[in-house]
């Protein structure tokens, strides 16, 4: 594979790491990537489960699709902690309440009910002149 030109990609420290030396960043990256490291064997020795050599990776064809893929249904909402994906749920809760509020008040005559911030009011019945 031939590319048409060779960019250099340059790397900025993390915004709260800007104040540490190279040396103090270069040592927190290693023992965060040995921590990850511990954590993955670990929890590929309670399963049992074994890392692919590289040249089973390499083997693969891109397109090939998992034997059993995974049934369950996307979450609504990404997060990265229970807690937030329950104020997400929270949120989402409020606005649909207060969404159907202002539609069940336009639906009754109300023309200038405000409906919450990124929403679009119903359509109103088309009433001829």
């Given amino acids: 594979m031939r590319y048409a030109s060779r960019e250099i990609l340059v790397l ?3 915004p709260c790491w800007k ?5 103090v960043r270069r040592q927190l990256v290693i ?9 993955a064997a670990l929890r590929r020795q309670r399963s049992g489960s074994q890392v692919l050599s590289a040249s ?3 083997g693969q064809h891109p397109f090939d699709r998992p034997a059993r893929p995974k049934k369950s249904p996307a979450p609504l909402f990404h997060a990265a902690s229970k807690r ?3 104020e997400l749920w929270a949120g989402y809760a409020w606005f649909v309440s207060v969404f159907r509020e202002a539609s069940a008040r336009l639906r009754s005559g109300d023309r200038m009910t ?3 911030a990124g929403s679009f009011p119903p359509a109103l019945p088309f009433v001829s002149g």
């Fill in 12 to 14: 900025s420290p993390l």
């Fill in 31 to 39: 023992e965060m990537i040995a921590d990850i490291e511990a954590e």
């Fill in 84 to 86: 937030m994906r329950l």
């Fill in 56 to 58: 089973a990776v390499l």
């Fill in 114 to 116: 405000r409906f919450p």
């Fill in 19 to 23: 104040h540490l030396s190279d040396e």
